[in-house]
């Protein structure tokens, strides 16, 4: 069964750099819309909560990523194989993955939602949060892993449109989305002064909209959509493939969490300062982390398709055109974070010690933003190509072992913010190099 002859993929078929940013552009705008429920929740709480509760919820975000990025990385294989049907225009298999997909992510969402609750308070007792913000923190947690099932099928689904080359759609409903959510903080923590918890009730009613309306539109899609549970040798095949792929992502999802987390414990020993002034760096550098993401994804559909159809000098020209997109952004978005971080944190709060601590800490990093963005490049060709083993292994010494490593044996007993913080930019130059390495190791291979 195949798409239309009259229906030309742009992605295999179409001038590559115009489909690639053609491409890139709605997933920039739909993570940077995404994002903006946690800008939205700090610039409102920091100006209408205080800055206690502003870092009584970026506190426990490790924790957060632990649970969701995991099972978002055991599922991302099923993107990659979607993808690679596509591209050879096999609906019938398509279809097939995406029924998968869409039980897995209904069953892990509720079973996250149960997790995430029962473990939040032996989680902040591990994260070592400060007793000021420890039950705002908690309150938090809860009422965020409410609704997980409705964050997990978003993002599932999100994942096969974009697999199929449809970037446009989920940024349309993350727009929506995103309106009511900062209307809603305003209704809830402005008007009715409920803090933190009117910040989560507000998170997770919008996500609960946006997943409807993504649902409802990929069920138009009637020549790919199905739900139908079957027990058959073909799904467990499927099924089968979608987690051999999915499984070192989840497994770097797990370890880059765990690693974190002690990277997160370790910046909360120095109190609520440290944690609010850490917390708006990561509101203030988002697009950075959103671009590399964006960057990532956009290299990976489009490698993992060419690779369907066989089209080697569009898979060497895919990642090249990542490498030169990505270098353009990074080096101009370091620049401005740098010489306007000021500004900027003074938007999320008053408190001058919190905004110093921010400038500080930010200008540590800047600088060795494009090493991250090289090493999300090369992940997402790895991906594409179905060698997802490369850049969990890449990742695990690069980042994990290496930041863990860090801690314990340069730190020691060193009680130093900026040496803590310095882990960061050394882990992704590291690991940029190895997986330059890998690449170099099977190009011959894959470019036969």
């Not at 993107?79 to 029924?99: A, E, M, P, T």
């Not at 992510?105 to 902040?124: D, Q, R, Y």
Request: with cysteine.
């Amino acid at each position: 069964m195949g798409i239309s002859s009259n229906k030309k993929n742009q992605i295999v078929d179409g001038i590559l750099w115009k489909s690639f940013i053609l491409y890139f552009i709605p997933i920039l705008i739909s993570n940077i819309i995404q994002q903006s429920y946690s800008i939205a929740d700090a610039l409102i709480i920091g100006n209408y909560a205080g800055k206690n509760a502003l870092g009584a919820i970026d506190a426990p975000l490790a924790y957060i990523r632990l649970l969701i990025n995991t099972f978002i990385g055991l599922s991302s294989g099923g993107g990659i194989i979607i993808s690679q049907f596509y591209g050879r225009k096999d609906l019938k298999s398509v279809k097939k993955n995406i029924s998968l997909l869409l039980l897995f992510a209904i069953a892990i969402g509720v079973i996250l939602s149960i997790i995430g609750i029962s473990l939040a308070s032996f989680f902040l007792d591990i994260l070592n949060v400060p007793v000021e913000i420890y039950n705002l923190s908690l309150i938090y947690l809860k009422i965020y892993f409410s609704g997980t099932v409705f964050v997990f099928l978003f993002n599932i689904i999100s994942g096969i449109l974009q697999a199929i080359g449809d970037s446009k759609t989920p940024f349309i409903f993350l727009t929506i989305s995103s309106c009511i959510n900062i209307i809603l903080d305003i209704i809830f923590v402005a008007y009715f002064k409920l803090g933190v918890a009117g910040a989560g009730i507000a998170t997770v009613l919008s996500q609960i909209l946006a997943t409807i309306l993504i649902f409802y539109k990929l069920r138009e899609k009637k020549e790919l959509f199905q739900i139908k549970f079957e027990i058959t040798k073909e799904n467990y095949r499927y099924l089968t493939n979608i987690f051999k792929l999915g499984f070192p992502m989840a497994a770097q999802a797990i370890i880059f969490s765990v690693s974190n987390m002690f990277m997160q414990r370790e910046i909360n020993y120095f109190g609520s300062i440290a944690i609010i002034g850490w917390s708006i760096c990561g509101k203030a550098d988002f697009i950075i982390w959103n671009m590399a993401d964006s960057i990532g994804i956009s290299v990976t559909t489009f490698i993992a398709q060419n690779y369907g159809a066989k089209k080697i000098e569009r898979i060497k020209k895919s990642l090249l055109q990542g490498l030169y997109l990505g270098g353009i952004l990074f080096t101009i978005s370091s620049i401005f974070l740098y010489y306007n971080i000021e500004f900027i944190a003074g938007l999320f709060v008053k408190d001058q010690a919190a905004i110093d601590m921010t400038v500080f800490l930010l200008r540590i990093i800047a600088p060795f933003y494009i090493f991250y963005m090289f090493s999300e490049v090369f992940g997402g060709a790895f991906r594409g190509m179905g060698y997802t083993f490369y850049p969990m292994i890449c990742g695990l010494i690069g980042i994990s072992f290496f930041r863990i490593a860090w801690i314990f044996f340069i730190l020691s007993d060193r009680k130093d913010l900026a040496m803590v913080i310095k882990a960061y930019p050394w882990s992704w130059i590291i690991t940029v190099f190895l997986q330059i390495f890998c690449y170099f190791c099977i190009r011959k291979k894959i470019f036969k």
